[in-house]
């Protein structure tokens, strides 16, 4: 099965910081977007932030200002790295690719890298 392949999660205390990696599942098709998705237990899965083939950024208004993503092209890989954690922010956090094949738009979910942030 074609997916992302994530990394960086793990345990942090409040106010620390984790970076997290996502590895492009393929480089087949148009690329749109790659971004990162959080479920907490009993939620559901939110955006967190996602990078866009243009560049462009965009930001759940809970992490604007700690969370920055990145793209690194040559490596097909994105970065979130997190300043500032937060209790609230622990959860699973997924990674999620976008690519257009001819008219096709296809989606991809990586497995999941758990993230607790300690009070």
């Known amino acids: 099965q074609v997916q992302p392949v994530e990394s960086g999660g793990g345990l942090v205390q409040a106010g620390g910081s984790l970076r997290l990696s996502c590895a492009a599942s393929?480089?087949?098709?148009?690329?749109?977007?790659m971004g990162w998705y959080r479920q907490a237990p009993g939620k559901q899965r939110d955006l967190v932030a996602a990078?866009?083939?243009?560049?462009?950024?965009n930001y759940a208004d809970s992490v604007k200002g700690r969370f920055t993503i990145s793209r690194d092209n040559a490596k097909n890989t994105v970065y979130l790295q997190m300043n500032s954690l937060k209790p609230e922010d622990t959860a699973v956090y997924y990674c999620?690719?976008?690519?257009?094949?001819?008219?096709?738009?296809?989606?991809?979910w990586g497995q999941g890298t758990q993230v607790t942030v300690s009070s």
């Open positions: 999620n690719e976008r690519r257009l094949a001819g008219t096709i738009l296809h989606e991809y």
């Open positions: 990078v866009s083939g243009g560049g462009s950024t």
């Open positions: 393929t480089s087949n098709g148009v690329f749109i977007a």
